[in-house]
């Protein structure tokens, strides 16, 4: 059994050992777009038409206050 783990854990070591790899990018690269043509047919979409959905109604949060007076003067007391 011992034998096994060790198999497992050698093969698993040697296959994560890897050498590094060093990548090299082109530092600047010309695209000439005035040698490129595209070929086709400019034409209108036809019937486009969106299906209507249902709209979600959320409730309001805040409480069902005639006026929020109170408040309103002492957030006016903080700045003073």
Do not use: D, H, N, Y
């Given at each position: 059994m011992k034998f096994?783990?060790?198999?497992?854990m050698f093969?698993?070591?040697?296959?994560?050992a890897q050498k590094k790899v060093n990548y090299e990018y082109k530092k600047f690269?010309?695209?000439d777009f005035s040698e490129?043509?595209?070929e086709g047919v400019a034409g209108s979409p036809g019937d486009i038409s969106?299906?209507?959905r249902l709209r979600k109604e959320f409730q309001n949060k805040l409480p069902d206050r005639a006026n929020f007076n109170r408040e309103m003067k002492k957030s006016l007391d903080?700045?003073?």
């Open positions: 096994l783990f060790l198999v497992c093969f698993s070591i040697t296959a994560f690269e010309k695209f490129m043509s595209v969106v299906s209507p903080g700045i003073r």
